[in-house]
C-alpha cells in the first residue's frame, strides 16, 4: 500500500520533470550527471535528487524503484526519457555509503 508521503513525493517529482527541456537530453553520457552544462535545469536535477532521497530515506530501495515506475507512467509522451533522467539520478541512492 502507498503511503501518503511518498504519493505526494511523486506529484512533486512529476511537476519537477515537466520543467525539464527533453530535446536537451542526453542519456548517452553514461556516468555524467544529465544537464550539467544547463543552469536551469541543473536546479531542477538537484531538486529531483533530493525527492529520490528522500523516497529512499521513507521507503529503502524498493521505494525507489516503485517511484520510479509510478512516475514515469504519469506522462506517457515523455515515459522514456522520464525513465532513464530518473535511473540516471537516483540508482547511486542507498549504494553511495556502501561503496566507500
Request: hydrophobic share 40%.
Amino acid at each position: 500500500m502507498l503511503n501518503r508521503i511518498t504519493t505526494d513525493q511523486d506529484d512533486t517529482v512529476d511537476a519537477l520533470l515537466r520543467q525539464i527541456e527533453w530535446s536537451r537530453f542526453d542519456d548517452t553520457q553514461k556516468g555524467r550527471i544529465p544537464f550539467a552544462n544547463d543552469p536551469a535545469s541543473a536546479t531542477v536535477v538537484a531538486r529531483l535528487r533530493a525527492c529520490g532521497e528522500s523516497i529512499h530515506a521513507v521507503g529503502g530501495l524498493d521505494a525507489v524503484d516503485e517511484a520510479i515506475l509510478r512516475i514515469t507512467e504519469m506522462n506517457s509522451g515523455f515515459s522514456d526519457q522520464r525513465c532513464k533522467l530518473l535511473e540516471a539520478l537516483w540508482s547511486p541512492i542507498g549504494h553511495d555509503t556502501e561503496t566507500r
